[in-house]
């Protein structure tokens, strides 16, 4: 594996495999890296000649800075994960590298309704960030597929539309969530979990699906306020949002029609942790 820590390195290089031919796959990370990450270079290997993955812990998209203080960062680790996944270059920028005139200048794309509501409303400026860093990763690897993964739901659809605003022709490709054994979906912040509540938070996927399986039945609204009821009586655990939505639009749904395209999605702060979830639920969408 070519590690890379300058854009000024790295575009050239992507550019001369472009002109033999060579399509570049590109897999963002913020590092600490798991099997969830490691199957978006997996789907990156089955579809591109070149897999590129970078990680760069962004602070800009970090509201807390006690969240971004405590971001695991086992770089070691990290790279010795990529070697054995065959991943062909790893680029890892310095703080200069991708911000070259401090963070203060945000990027001119704008997230929208989406950006505004769940996540964007409980951590502000968080998809702002997002952006500006994904625009600048972009712009360096122009690449011909981007690969993210469906538990950031929220983030995978605003980085669809960055793709189209920055008029790139990169096709982006979601990816399934990669689930530990009782179902928690994995993330680079369950490692900072107890391992009582790591195992507990199971029951997270649990109701998610039990709440898919009832929907049609009863009223949306009422279903899912029950979930948040459910998971919340179990010690150190608050939902921060339990939400059916139109799986394109992100608007709320009042009513389950079978054969449309829902996503049920929710965040659960589990002992001071912020976790996300989500379930697809009517055909898939493209
Ligand atoms: P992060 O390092 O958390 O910024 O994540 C980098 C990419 O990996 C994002 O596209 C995430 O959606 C994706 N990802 C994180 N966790 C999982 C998972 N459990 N399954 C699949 N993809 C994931």
Not at 32 to 55: P, R, Y
Not at 68 to 89: H, Q, S, T, V
């Amino acid at each position: 594996m070519k590690i890379f820590k300058r854009r000024d390195d790295l575009g050239p290089y992507l550019k001369a495999l472009k002109k033999k031919g060579k399509s570049i796959g590109f897999v963002p990370t913020m590092g600490a890296l798991h099997k969830g990450h490691i199957s978006l270079i997996e789907a990156c290997q089955a579809k591109c000649d070149t897999t590129v993955c970078s990680i760069f812990v962004n602070p800009t998209q970090f509201n807390d800075p006690k969240d971004l203080k405590k971001y695991p960062r086992p770089l070691e680790k990290d790279i010795e994960m990529l070697i054995e996944a065959d991943c062909d270059i790893l680029y890892l920028p310095e703080m200069e590298d991708i911000y070259p005139d401090g963070t203060v200048s945000k990027t001119a794309f704008k997230p929208g309704y989406i950006g505004k509501i769940l996540e964007g409303a409980s951590r502000k400026g968080h998809f702002e960030g997002v952006m500006q860093v994904v625009s600048i990763l972009l712009d360096i690897t122009r690449p011909d597929c981007l690969f993210l993964g469906q538990k950031d739901y929220q983030q995978f659809l605003i980085l669809t539309e960055l793709v189209k605003q920055m008029r790139f022709k990169t096709k982006v490709v979601r990816c399934p969530i990669v689930r530990e054994e009782n179902g928690l979906a994995m993330s680079s912040r369950n490692v900072r979990l107890s391992p009582t509540l790591r195992k507990k938070a199971g029951v997270i996927y649990q109701t998610l699906q039990s709440v898919a399986a009832r929907m049609g039945s009863e009223k949306p609204e009422r279903i899912t306020k029950e979930a948040v009821r459910n998971i919340n009586t179990h010690k150190g655990f608050r939902v921060d949002y339990f939400k059916l939505l139109n799986a394109k639009t992100m608007k709320p749904v009042k009513s389950f029609v079978k054969n449309k395209n829902y996503i049920l999605i929710t965040s659960v702060i589990v002992g001071g942790v912020r976790l996300l979830d989500n379930l697809l639920i009517g055909k898939q969408i493209k």
